[in-house]
Structures are given as structure tokens and as C-alpha cells.
């Protein structure tokens, strides 16, 4: 099993950015793959980015990409999430997740078996 903590969240104008960083233990994070997702009340949970284990190969949700950036450090178990150009609508509690099984990185929510608890990141306009 890997325990995930996030932190990085916070409140932020819009065109702002913030980092998001991930910390897994419990096991070697090079063996999995990684994402984050973000949920809003009322709304099901959407996928934002994945990372492939070695770091080589990352798969966006259209909305965010050129404007956010998934990476990792394996030997510090950390992913990061670095939002740039934020906007109103990217308000919600992001979550990182990990997939213990699957081949390559994916925004099928059910590929991913472990998750952390989440950070509010708000963006005001």
C-alpha cells in the first residue's frame, strides 16, 4: 500500500500559479503510476494530469494543458502538479492518486486503487 499527503493548496487570483506537491510512502514511487484529479461539490470527480513511472511520458486533461505541468521526483516519492495561469473554474480539491497496476499513465479513474485526502486550491477571479 502507499500513503499519499498533498499540500501546496491555497487561494490564489486569477493568472496566478501554485505548485502542488504529492508525497507517497509505503512504497517505492517509481513502481507506480501517478495522477491528479479534482473534484467540485456537486460534480464527479474529473482527471487533470498522469505521470509515467520513470517520468518519461505525462497525459492532460485538455482544459489544463499548456497551462499545467505533472512531474516527479523519484528518489524524494513526490509528485507535483504547477498550475500556471490559473482561472476561476480550476477550483476544487485536488487529489493525487496512484495506480499500482496500470501499464501506462491514463485518466480512467478506476485504473487508479490508492488516494490521498486532497488541497482546496480556490482561485478568485
Known amino acids: 500500500q502507499v500513503q499519499l499527503v498533498e499540500s501546496g493548496g491555497g487561494l490564489v487570483q486569477a493568472g496566478g500559479s501554485l505548485r502542488l506537491s504529492c508525497s507517497a510512502s509505503?512504497?517505492?514511487?517509481?513502481?507506480?503510476?501517478m495522477g491528479w484529479f479534482r473534484r467540485t461539490p456537486g460534480k464527479e470527480r474529473e482527471f487533470v494530469a498522469a505521470?509515467?513511472?520513470?517520468?518519461?511520458?505525462?497525459t492532460y486533461k485538455d482544459s489544463v494543458r499548456g497551462r499545467f505541468t505533472i512531474s516527479r521526483d523519484n528518489p524524494k516519492n513526490t509528485v507535483y502538479l504547477q498550475m500556471n495561469s490559473l482561472k476561476p473554474e480550476d477550483t476544487a480539491v485536488y487529489s493525487c492518486?496512484?495506480?499500482?497496476?496500470?501499464?501506462?499513465?491514463?485518466?480512467?479513474?478506476?485504473?487508479?486503487?490508492?488516494w490521498g485526502q486532497g488541497t482546496q486550491v480556490t482561485v478568485s477571479s
Open positions: 509505503g512504497r517505492t514511487a517509481s513502481s507506480i503510476i
Open positions: 492518486a496512484a495506480s499500482s497496476f496500470g501499464a501506462s499513465p491514463t485518466s480512467s479513474i478506476g485504473a487508479y486503487d490508492m
Open positions: 505521470i509515467a513511472r520513470n517520468g518519461n511520458q505525462a
